[in-house]
């Protein structure tokens, strides 16, 4: 089962930031937080991952909290094709990767 | 950078039939990872290969097999189809270790999937 507890959907107009929120309040020490998206039913998209220190990319920049328990993702300027379902997910290395109902995000015109 | 590739993209097939998937990796990843996604689902795991050795088996059914090569790709069989086996079949590939090879990322590169339809 997916360790993770996000949001189903959530709206954004387009060019404004999409904050992604996420609750993992069970992740242990040596899990990471990955983020993912599938775009309609393309194959599922790697955006940014981290363990405790915030992560910026040319994608999205993660927040991740103090305690672990939770973390944000962060689109800066959201665009009509960075609607999709978005996915929080907690792993180990070596794990496989546990896909929970993740958030259906819309960026609006 | 290269991509996960599988194929075919789509395939059609009749109940009771087998069916044969194939996926490539991206060069240098040395793990292969299958997921099974019906409609309206999320991404279930299936099963992993590891240096050519079954690492991990999730929901994956007894009428469907799986391999790795030496040339590292695999090939997803699945026999007696049945109506419920409608779905889109996923591929991913990485590195073990979680490092990533250049021009790739930390996480699983994922292919654009087999669609495969039951009838």
């Known amino acids: 089962d997916a360790k993770t507890t996000q949001p189903p959907s959530m709206d954004c107009a387009e060019g404004r930031a999409a904050n992604l929120p996420c609750n993992h309040s069970?992740?242990?020490?040596?899990?990471?937080v990955y983020w993912y998206r599938q775009i309609h039913s393309q194959g599922p998209q790697y955006i940014i991952h981290?363990?405790?220190n915030n992560e910026t990319n040319e994608m999205a920049s993660l927040i991740i909290t103090e305690d672990r328990k939770s973390s944000t993702l962060i689109l800066p300027h959201a665009t009509l094709r960075d609607t999709a379902v978005y996915y929080c997910?907690?792993?180990?290395?070596?794990?496989?990767?546990?896909f929970g109902p993740g958030t259906r995000l819309s960026v609006l015109p | 950078a290269a991509g996960v590739i599988q194929s075919p993209r789509h395939l059609i097939k009749e109940k009771r039939e087998t069916a044969t998937l194939k996926c490539y990796p991206i060069?240098?990843?040395?793990?292969v990872y299958w997921y099974q996604q019906g409609p309206g689902q999320d991404p279930q795991f299936l099963i992993s290969?590891?240096?050519?050795?079954?690492?991990d088996k999730g929901s994956i059914p007894d009428r469907f097999s799986a391999q790795q090569f030496s040339d590292y790709h695999s090939e997803l069989n699945m026999s007696s189809l049945e109506l419920g086996d409608s779905a889109l079949y996923f591929c991913?590939?990485?590195?073990?270790?979680?490092?990533?090879?250049?021009?790739?990322?930390?996480?699983?590169?994922f292919g654009s999937g087999t669609r495969l339809t039951v009838v």
């Open positions: 991913a590939s990485s590195l073990r270790d979680g490092s990533r090879v250049e021009g790739g990322n930390y996480g699983y590169t």
């Open positions: 069970t992740i242990s020490g040596n899990e990471y």
């Open positions: 981290g363990l405790k």
């Open positions: 060069p240098r990843h040395d793990t």
């Open positions: 290969f590891y240096e050519k050795m079954q690492s």
């Open positions: 997910i907690v792993r180990v290395y070596g794990q496989n990767f546990v």
